[in-house]
């Protein structure tokens, strides 16, 4: 083999293997919410640990800076302001893996999870809820919004270690129909 074409083999491997992982779960990342007038609105971080099986744990937390409280329905909820719609951060409520990776990203998504209102209505509106469809990049997790019902966490689920909400558990928000259009990870 010519210098030349084994250049040219390493480059094409290492061009493909940065494909295939893409974003990397590792270490302190940033929770940015877009919105529909573009704004782009840092509202907290996933904390990534590598673990053995392949697999990092992660860890989220939302800034109480950022997110304000509304008390809806008895309950606090932390709110992204402004806009249209109110969005407000609703915590899964059950023991969960917290494991994610490119081709796992359930109970990320179960881990930021919202609802939407208008803010002249009264209470929280928990079967308009919205849950973030990650799709791995080179640099980023890319959430699309679904819609789903969440009063559903009103009863823990029979299997701890499954997500409750899978594909056939949500629906497609026509494009633009939400405020908050998309959620990333950076």
């Not at 329905?73 to 719609?85: A, H, N, Q, T, V």
């Amino acid at each position: 083999m010519t210098r030349a074409r084994a250049a040219g083999l390493v480059l094409a491997l290492a061009g493909s293997a940065g494909a295939a992982w893409g974003f990397d779960f590792r270490g302190e990342r940033p929770v940015i919410a877009v919105t529909a007038d573009g704004q782009r609105t840092r509202i907290g971080a996933v904390a990534f640990t590598p673990q053995p099986s392949g697999l990092a744990h992660f860890r989220v937390r939302l800034d109480p800076r950022v997110l304000q409280d509304h008390f809806l329905s008895m309950r606090e909820f932390k709110c992204l302001p402004g806009g249209p719609e109110i969005t407000c951060a609703v915590p899964y409520p059950y023991e969960q893996p917290s494991v994610a990776g490119p081709s796992s990203l359930d109970w990320l998504e179960h881990s930021l999870l919202f609802f939407f209102k208008q803010p002249r209505d009264y209470g929280a509106k928990l079967w308009n809820g919205v849950i973030f469809r990650f799709t791995v990049t080179a640099d980023a997790l890319v959430g699309e919004p679904q819609a789903i019902d969440l009063n559903r966490l009103g009863v823990p689920p029979e299997r701890l270690d499954v997500p409750p909400y899978g594909p056939a558990d949500r629906d497609a928000f026509a494009p633009g129909a939400r405020w908050l259009t998309q959620l990333r990870i950076e």
